[in-house]
């Protein structure tokens, strides 16, 4: 259709070929329209707008919702929570990971092909089974925990207040360590095998090598990987959300602003300071994981 | 992303990688590193063993006996035929819905994705740009926070309590469409189809007949990603679905754990631990016979950052 106009009139400067290209972006163009940014509008809309209570119909408040999200403790208790989840659980995940990856590359381990493979299998573990199980191992009447404390006498209580955070942080770190791992992994393998000779014949050991030829080549990989576990951090729902069935006076129903959103939408029927809720932390998300690409990428100039 | 080492550096390594470092440069095996590599090995298999052996006790031995020590009687098979069975056999509806959701949302995904990344590496168009802008910061965008919205929007479409209100937003995958462009960039040389078009042979049949043979391995990769995230997806279907006969196995295993507690508490762990069990096995299989393809198409993807 215009496309066809459109090639006639720029010929001079695309060629008609070159147009082909739309074609074939076109398909994934439409549905993504459909499914991110036809959603954003309409969140962006609806957090513009309030519900009358008493008479029905809506009102436009401006930044009236956005003011009021930015003053509620309910969303800073929970916005708190998964940047201290995030501070402690990003560096333990990718630590381990990094830590693997080095070992599985270093040629020093027997069978290295088992381990990457064992490593990476909880990735292939649905998140919701593996917070089912680790709930169960987590149980104090039966599980793991009850039998350690019965052979220990210890007191173990994974799922008390003072430790569920640290148990959610153990779930994470067990479901992605090896999907890192295999990232690291990956980006160790494309490092010129002549580097690695002329660190040797420089007289270069084992850990030299890995601080001035591998972890510099990370880089990249390990700049991508802070990125997705950040937003994935931020995202902070499935794990507290399915352990609140086995703990609800524990884990409350703002627990994370993501469970704020989800909670004030499906429990409360608040729409629009849900959408106010969800656009907020998306925008953070977008400015930190935007902080950390800058600095990623200055730091490898 | 700054790229740390040129692509022609990079290449013939991504692909073909065991064995190329010379005996000179093999260090000896470490004993100390192989065994604290197996410490971490144990702490990740711990819950998977934990899961083997819990299908196979009964309700009563599960909360009798030691979590990591057999029942009394073995259970696997009748807590497997239990657990497709009950509720007139709602488990097997339930992995019929994410076969489906699966087959078409990560298989469409695939296909959207590769055109549009191989679109975006081999030609040279207008607003290539702005679409590369607009996805990479979609990457960026927490898909739980557009949940909401799209719950609301697909609401007012009618399209909740749907399958589409599920395979519709699998269809994009950013991070699929990134990969498979790094991909395509360097698995298909602009030679070859430019001898193609020489031949005669029209843009979409040069993508059809050659291009996506080469295509292959990140095709693969790609797919794998796409399934491991319909097959796992969680929220989106919490969100959309209200009805149990279109719930994915996710849904409906919570489902099924929630009966333990409240009013009117029914445990039924053992079905839990069973039906985990059987979600958890075909994944793990696919992952295990397409290994060579999920590592090649990583490594690709690692290249260019």
Do not use: C
């Not at chain 1, 029905?56 to 998964?82: I, L, M």
């Amino acid at each position: 259709m215009s496309s066809a106009v459109q090639a006639v009139s720029h010929r001079r400067w695309w060629s008609n070929r070159d147009l082909r290209g739309w074609s074939f972006v076109a398909p994934f163009l439409a549905v993504f329209a459909l499914v991110f940014l036809a959603p954003i509008g309409y969140a962006i809309y609806l957090s513009l707008y309030r519900e009358q209570a008493f008479f029905g119909g809506k009102t436009f408040v401006g930044f009236g919702n956005y003011t009021d999200v930015f003053s509620d403790g309910k969303f800073w208790e929970g916005a708190v929570r998964v940047l201290l989840f995030l501070a402690v659980q990003v560096p333990i995940m990718l630590g381990l990971a990094l830590a693997a990856a080095l070992a599985i590359d270093s040629g020093r381990l027997r069978a290295p092909r088992v381990f990457r493979l064992v490593i990476f299998l909880p990735y292939a573990v649905p998140g919701v089974v593996a917070v089912l199980m680790w709930g169960y191992l987590y149980g104090t009447s039966f599980g793991l925990a009850a039998d350690i404390n019965h052979l220990l006498g210890t007191a173990l209580q994974p799922l008390s207040g003072r430790w569920v955070l640290t148990s959610i942080v153990n779930i994470v770190t067990w479901e992605f360590v090896g999907y890192n791992m295999l990232i690291f992994y990956s980006a160790l393998r494309t490092v010129p095998e002549d580097l690695y000779e002329a660190a040797a014949l420089d007289g270069a050991g084992a850990l030299r090598t890995v601080f001035s030829i591998k972890i510099p080549a990370l880089r990249g990989a390990i700049v991508i990987a802070t990125i997705f576990s950040i937003i994935g951090s931020f995202q902070l729902f499935n794990e507290p959300n399915i352990l609140r069935n086995l703990v609800p006076n524990v884990i409350n129903t703002n627990y994370t602003p993501n469970m704020y959103a989800y909670n004030l939408s499906f429990g409360g029927q608040q729409y629009n300071y849900s959408a106010t809720v969800a656009i907020v932390m998306g925008v953070l998300t977008a400015i930190i994981a935007y902080v950390v690409q800058l600095r990623g990428s200055r730091d490898a100039l | 992303m700054t790229a740390t080492m040129s692509p022609e550096q990079a290449q013939p390594v991504a692909v073909e990688s065991t064995g190329r470092r010379s005996s000179a440069l093999r260090p000896g095996k470490s004993r100390v590193l192989t065994g604290v590599m197996v410490l971490y090995v144990i702490y990740t298999l711990i819950p998977l063993v934990w899961l083997v052996i819990s299908a196979t006790k009964t309700q009563t031995d599960l909360l009798s006996t030691a979590g990591l020590a057999p029942g009394h009687s073995f259970a696997l098979f009748s807590n497997i035929k239990e657990t497709l069975t009950y509720r007139d056999g709602i488990f097997l509806r339930w992995f019929a819905n994410t076969l489906l959701y699966v087959v078409v949302g990560a298989g469409g995904a695939t296909l959207l994705s590769t055109a549009a990344g191989y679109g975006l590496a081999k030609y040279r168009f207008p607003g290539r740009r702005a679409v590369f802008a607009v996805v990479l910061g979609a990457i960026a965008i927490p898909p739980t926070a557009l949940a909401v919205p799209t719950f609301l929007m697909f609401s007012n479409m009618g399209l909740t309590n749907t399958v589409w209100a599920i395979i519709v937003p699998s269809l994009v995958s950013p991070f699929g469409l990134y990969l498979m462009w790094v991909y395509a960039e360097e698995a298909v040389p602009q030679e070859l189809l430019e001898a193609a078009r020489i031949d005669g042979a029209g843009e979409f049949r040069i993508f059809w007949t050659v291009s996506l043979r080469l295509l292959a391995p990140g095709v693969v990769t790609v797919l794998l990603f796409a399934l491991v995230s319909t097959w796992n997806n969680y929220f989106l279907p919490l969100i959309m679905l209200s009805k149990p006969n279109l719930y994915p196995l996710t849904v409906g295993l919570t489902q099924w754990s929630n009966q333990a507690h409240g009013a009117g508490a029914h445990p039924v762990y053992n079905l839990v631990v069973t039906g985990s069990l059987l979600t958890i096995v075909p994944l793990i299989v696919v992952f295990f016979l397409l290994q060579r393809f999920w590592q090649s198409g990583l490594s690709a993807g690692s290249v260019k950052q």
